[in-house]
């Protein structure tokens, strides 16, 4: 690291800096009008960053976010005009019922695919606006008045110049911490939700978890926003939390794109504005007033998607100086699992193991044991159900008959993050890593059971230390495997045969006891498969034990202790490698009659 | 409540059911072909319903000058395509022929046939001859160029072409809201209970129109290729489907079902121009329950909703939406415990 680093990384943010401080001026230099504006933007970049997070990163649609930012703003509205109570307490109160709300309806859907969560929080998002419209006492669609100001330390909020603190406190504050978040042990694994939810629950993520986790994060945000905006008009209405205003929120997140937590900041913006030139310069340009604001508006937004289906933020990054990540420093070693030396005893038993898949059977009462600290290889022909018999062991598939034990204890049946924990790392035959995240974020993933760090931790950037750790441990076994040239390439650019590679440096990143390699050598050239071999041998030597489903039989022969043969879904023969090349059987299988 | 009201709120639920059904079936055969969500689909009601009754006062339907419009994009549209492709003289004529000249003989035809007032069965043909026009267009315009998209940026683009069709309805039809009349007036007595004429018209059509599509899917080469498409949409592009005739043809049979469901609904309600969008939820609500997969189910589901809504609006008329909609969090509560779900998305 050279001396000028830190003032380099500080002047190289200066687009962020600058934008600070025209946030910090604008109220003392800029008409009523446009702090007003600036206000609403405030608060619709709150939600629009919960929505960029849950919906942009985690691909999980709400359309309730406006009822969100209602229940806050009612809250409040109900509390301190009809008891009397103090805001900050009403605030307490509405996060509250959100997060009741919001796990509820987690619940309900989350531990489903895709239209099950859009759909309840539509279904709820429309109950409340009418709720808030019909019960007595709130005013009907009429609303709530007489909302106190809020005040701090005695300073009544009345102004809007001086309210724009607030929201603007509230919102950076939201901003760095969601930044921090998606830059985090959790934010790695947010963003494989989208798409990559089997390789995450094998390096042991509870997907569904996780993703009311995100589902919750974000409705806190709605609710912050809401109560905000109750005690800034001082006056509460259903409108501004019906479905259409849910809609905005999604569109501003989407024309925002989810690459950077300012995405969502440059959707509020853009959408607000949009809206505010429509609506004032549309009547004056065609005479008279209608629909053709919204039509206008629609229109602009199918163009915009159709030009940039990512949003804008990825066209906004390419023309700021782009920052070249630094690689990660010497840190403490994490805490290494403790494996008995290659002691021969059963590590993984395998008993009568089926799966049907209908009528098909897939593996048949298929038996076998790898012992602790060898190399056991799993060969058969296309089609034999080897990859099947693997996912039956990761937890991938759920057992018909039979058993599963590892280390002693059964898991068959266990989730696959139950089972990870467990010490089982794996590979996958169709590769699975995040494209567009680095190589070295990639393999970080697996470390996550490696370190506890929670939301708050990770908002908060206290989970430095536990960071640094991982990273470095990351960028070892990326260097361990031969890619250290890669470590911030995105993984997707990378060539298949090295993506095998990559998966691996993320299996080993986990620390496991039991190393589960699907076909880790297709695509590998000569080169590289003598040094996988060599890196295998000597993970073996360190204690390591090693399941190996491979076709490539040179490379198998020489690496491998003893072999298991499979054939349509039975065990056709066991043994030493130099057996089973003459077993006739499996000659047969490979090869035809002889 | 006795059973004859309750009898009376079954054959309403069962009506507006078949309804929903038509309209869940249309939103499952969008998405399993193309992916999107067609929020839109509720607007292809509104259109129905409201063309309808324009012709019912010999006015033209305004909507073709929307249809004239969009034949117009779609046509610069794929002849800049086809010159960048520089394609053959032939695919240019067939181009204009397809996107520009067959919806404007739909415009001239409503045009000339407007005035005359014809009788009522006419009139419906025409009505949803003219909003079925709509629909391949608005594939070509605003679907196809981003096809290939997420499912997300597809939803969005989806409720961006509600919001302009939403608000051309508005432009186009007035904010007044509009009856049509009725097919029949026949009332019967079965079984002590009085049944309408009308209802049973919509059961009837309802289920013709269900059977037909069965027919077309499993019978026809166009519908196995759209069947195909939606099970494998790779599968189906390497033996020569084209995706985007799929999505073209599919969104066509969309706009049909929902002008339909739009004349359907006519009489039994008022429509306004904005009334599509609740009653496509309803339908969008019937096919979440059938999971946005299965035909029957989501039918099922469309006929659910369609008795709850009517059994709430006697019990709770003020709160019907919320029962309606809150009902479906025990349903999807129901389907979560039911499933053991493990996919990857997308």
Redesign the interface.
Known sequence: MSAGAPRSAFVRRWPVWATLAALAVAPAVVPQFYVTLLNYIGLYSLVALGLMLL??VA?Q?SFGQAAFVGVGAYATAILTTMFGWSPWLTLLIGLLATAAIAMM?G???L??????L???T???G??LF??FG?LPNLGGFTGLTGIPALSIFGFELRQERHFYYLIWAIALAALWGTHNLLDSRLGRAVRAL?????MAEAFGVDGAKLKSIVFLYAALLACVSGWLYAHLQRFVNPTPFSLTAS?EY??MA?VGGAGNVWGAVIGATLITLLKEVLQDFLPKLLGQT??????V???L??VL??RA?DGLTPLVQRLLPRRRPADPAPAPALAHRAVAAATGRPLLEVLDATKEFGGLVAVNNLSFELRQGEILGLIGPNGAGKSTMFNLISG?LPLTRGNVRFNGETISGLAPYHIAARGLARTFQHVKLIGQMSVLDNVALGAFLRTRSGVAKACLKLDGDDEARVRYLAAQQIRRVGLGAQLHDAAGSLPLGKQRVVEIARALAADPALLLLDEPAAGLRYAEKQELANLLRQLQGEGMSILLVEHDMDFVMGLTHRLVVMDFGQKLAEGLPADIQRNPAVREAYLGAA | MNLQIAALLAQDGLTNGAIYALLALALVLVFAVTRVVFVPQGEFVAFGALSLAALQNGAVPKTIWLLLAMAVIATILELVALARRRAAARAYMLAVAGWLVAPALVAALLWFAAPLKLALGWQVCLAILSVTAIGPLLYRIAIQPVAQGSVLVLLIVAVAVHFVLGGMGLLFFGAEGSRTPAFTDAMYQLGGINVSGQSLYVYGVSALAIGGLYWAFSQTLYGKALMATAFNRVGARLVGISPNFAGALTLTVAAALGAFSGVLIGPITTVYYDSGFLVGLKGFVGAIIGGLVSYPLAAAGALLIGLIESYASFWASQYKEVIVFTLIIPVLLWRSLKTRHHEEDQ
């Open positions: 919906t942009g691909g649609t309806l619940f309900v859907t531990r489903m695919s895709g239209h099950f859009p759909l309840a539509i279904a709820w429309i109950s009418y709720l019909t989208k798409g990559s939810l089997t809609i999604l569109f989407v209608g629909q053709f604001e919204v039509i508006f629609g229109i937004i199918v998607l159709q289906p991938l």
